[in-house]
């Protein structure tokens, strides 16, 4: 089965970046989708296709993917934006997640 | 505006049978896949499966023997059947719009989720 890692927790200081990243076998061949999750809400697409944000979607909100690893990052990390993130990738045909980081907004 | 409407049954015995239903509204079926996620309680995120516009199907490997997905065209719905289950399928149950492999597309529209609990 294909894995995509990521870290369990990432912290941010209000105004700075923040960089969240998903690891995986080869990723860079595959398109990388990024969720957002807040406590008691449905995940929502914050990232498709490596680095397209669908509409309503802050610019803050932007994505690469090279290699192995896919980064989202958040610029500009405001405490609105603490929340779970979710990397989601294909293999074979079907559907990986990575397991999620938390995003801290110090 | 596509809105996910989704329902079942929350508390369910080991060995039963769980069945949850998604209709679509705001958008024909057809035009899209739909898939259904999980997530146990505290923890991350995993995909069950999708049907596709077709109406082909793919689940994840570690649920395949266990997992249905059906399509009533007529009433722009789809469910999930997951038979023999236990304590490690208590979770929320969520149906979504997409994604779409060859075009890079997540799960755009996402239901609000369903409880599930199973305990004897």
């Known amino acids: 089965s294909y894995d995509l890692t990521q870290p369990p927790s990432v912290s941010v200081s209000p105004g700075q970046t923040a960089s969240i990243p998903c690891s995986g076998d080869?990723?860079?061949?595959?398109?990388v989708c990024w969720y957002q999750q807040k406590p008691g809400q449905s995940p929502t697409l914050v990232i498709y296709?490596?680095?397209k944000r669908p509409s309503g979607i802050p610019e803050r909100f932007s994505g690469s993917n090279s290699g192995d690893t896919a980064t989202l990052t958040i610029s500009w990390t405001q405490a609105v934006d603490e929340a779970d993130y979710y990397c989601?990738?294909?293999?074979?045909?079907?559907?990986?997640f990575g397991g999620g980081t938390k995003l801290t907004v110090l | 505006q596509v809105h996910l409407q989704q329902w079942g049954t929350g508390l369910l015995k080991p060995s039963d049978i769980l069945s949850l239903t998604c209709a679509v509204y705001?958008?024909?079926?057809?035009?899209?896949?739909w898939s259904w996620v999980r997530q146990p309680p505290g923890k991350g995120l995993e995909w069950i499966g999708e049907v596709h516009y077709n109406e082909n199907t793919d689940y994840n490997p570690s649920l395949k023997s266990r997992v249905t997905i059906l399509v009533d065209t007529s009433k722009n719905q789809f469910s999930l059947m997951l038979t023999s289950l236990t304590a490690a399928d208590t979770a929320v149950y969520y149906c979504a719009r997409g994604p779409a492999m060859v075009r890079g597309e997540g799960m755009d529209v996402w239901g609000r989720g369903t409880t599930v609990t199973v305990s004897s």
């Open positions: 705001g958008e024909t079926f057809s035009s899209s896949s």
């Open positions: 296709r490596d680095n």
């Open positions: 989601q990738a294909w293999d074979s045909g079907t559907v990986v």
């Open positions: 080869k990723l860079g061949d595959k398109y």
